[in-house]
């Protein structure tokens, strides 16, 4: 059954399709980027990678040119002529550097923040280095410039660039640097509006090594895609996070991923996961947030009385600055509409769009009112 409580049809509507001529442009979009990284990788990728190995125990510092790895060891040219295999071990990591430092215009394109023209000069040096891809983490002299490089085509904006590095290259993603430049990334794109590509790019992370503090970005640009009714992409970014996280934040995942998978239809899903999770008592953390989606379950059946019932005690013992507090009043509303307490709903509604009237909920509680008020529900004070 699909959910009782929604968003406006006509909405729902133009964001389907929306929705789909967004993935039909990103269609062109990706097959004109893969090309055009293919020819680069073709063009640099095979060069070896010019490095230093600093002195070590008395040994004077040696510059090599890295070929690549080959039976697990990596493969190194002295400036003579002669090669050696040599084990990927931690000391050989820490030892290492690249030969070349940032060139003058690649600096000057940054401060003049000419983006785009900056990864022009850094494809050259950068795309050699892909074929590292499956060195530890240690190898920082490798992922550290690929993560700044990360980080220019991001302000460059060069999306499909960074989607198709990473989708050949996924190792690149286990490497906490350039894993945290692709959160920063997603961030970005979540606030500036662009949900979509963010959860693209989201959906290609490992979480099950994500880097220290990284847990809270990932809940909060969980709350970023729910407010703008992503619902369906939300689940796979809960199911993904929900291992890596504990305590509260595990259980207000899980509440979470409860409430999508109810949200677009997935009933039976949901119901077998809240029996997994222990009911919070009043008082206790994620007591306001359980009742709020005992109280959506509710009204998906068309239960609207124990809804109300439920997202009554969800907002009295909520702490008042709940991020969710929002959304908690405005489903409250609209288990009052359904239940023709017209009064009760208009005020709900008014004093939320009242107090929060930049914030999305606050925006569908003013949406709400008005279509009360065309119905003849509402005043029109």
Known sequence: MHPTIQTNPKFKTIAICAFVGLINAAMLSNAGASETFEANLRQYGDRPV???????????????????????QIEMVLPSGGGISLAPSRDLARSLRLSASRSESVRNNLRAGLFSRAADDLRPSIYPLFKFAELSNEFSAIF??????????GRAEAYDEINAILDRFPALLRKSAVQ??????????????S??????????????????????????FAYDLRVKGE?????PVYEAMIPELSGAQQLEAQIWLAYCLTYVG??????????????PSVGEEGFGLYQMLIGYAAANEGDHKNALDALSQGVIYANPNEAWLPEANYLLGLSYRALEMFEAAENTFLELSRLRPDDAWGQ??????????????????
């Open 50 to 72: 010019d490095v230093v190995q600093e002195s070590v125990g008395g040994r004077p510092a040696q510059e090599w040119k890295m070929e690549g790895i080959s039976n697990g």
């Open 266 to 279: 997935r009933s039976e899903e949901a119901d077998a996961l809240m029996e997994t999770l222990p009911t």
């Open 180 to 193: 945290r430049q692709v959160f920063i990334i997603v961030r970005a794109l979540s606030d500036g509006g």
């Open 195 to 220: 949900p979509t590509t963010a959860v693209d790019m989201l959906r290609k992370i490992p979480v099950d090594a994500l880097p220290d503090g990284v847990e809270n970005i990932l809940l909060s």
């Open 144 to 153: 550290d410039p690929i993560a700044e490089f990360i980080q220019v085509l």
């Open 231 to 235: 619902f369906e992409a939300l689940i």
């Open 364 to 381: 569908r509680a003013g949406e709400a009112l008005e279509q009360m008020k065309e119905d003849g529900q509402a005043t029109d004070a």
